[in-house]
């Protein structure tokens, strides 16, 4: 039987590599985390006479109408802080699993200094000005248009949440990143506690997943390399500090991150 599924995860942590695994060895229904554009929404982001810039200011307003108008539908916005109304409205009426992804911070910050996805302004090249930049959230993160001090907080606030919720409910689940990459066989195993397999040999995806979205797809051998580098040890003190002061050590530690 199909089992209905909502995938929710930070920018940069996975989510596109758990919706693929997930589709290739499970049955199930993967919700879409944001409504379809019409016709119109279509026509006005696909016209380059349109200058660049009011275009993707277009295309981040009808995001964030979509997530508000459809989240009783779809779950709205994959990377959106999990709220009582995602549960109220969404969660419990459809009563399906919710899997989270996250990852290493220090991998995520460094993933998203260079993918910089849906931010306000130019990105530092300079890894410690970055992550102590204030990052400006949008209207669908649901921080309330918050100016946040780091864009770190993003990691903290939102894998906060996920693992809150995660703690009342028996189908809201939080996985790692680096447990997909690192441990297959075991979470996949994880999985097939509650998702119907369709494949007696379940394995991960082995192409290209992000190669619409970033420059450069890295191989799968380079992202599970950097999966076994990434560590707190690794970092100067300096950088350090600055992790320490935004993220603290509860909640790396509650997920095992060294």
Known sequence: MTRSVKILGERNSGTNFLAETLRDNFDVHLFPHIGERTLWERFVVSRAVIPRKFREM???????KKHRNWL????????ALVTERFIEEF????????????RHPVAWARSMQKNPFHVFGKVSPDFATFIQTPWK??????????????PLELWRLKVQSYLDFAEKYDNFHVIRYEDLLLEPEKTLTGFARYL?????TPALPDRPIR??????EATRAEYIA????????????EILQVFRTYIGTDLPDRLGYS
């Open 137 to 150: 959230t949008r209207p669908r993160d649901n921080l309330d248009g918050a100016v946040l001090d780091s």
């Open 91 to 102: 969660f419990k009426p459809q009563g399906c699993q919710v899997i989270c992804s996250v």
């Open 211 to 216: 190669a619409e979205f970033v420059d450069n």
């Open 226 to 237: 950097k999966a076994r580098e990434t560590s707190f040890s690794a970092l100067e003190p």
């Open 58 to 64: 277009y295309v981040e307003h009808i995001e964030d």
């Open 72 to 79: 009783p539908e779809t779950g709205g916005w994959k990377h």
């Open 196 to 200: 119907p397999l369709k494949t007696q």
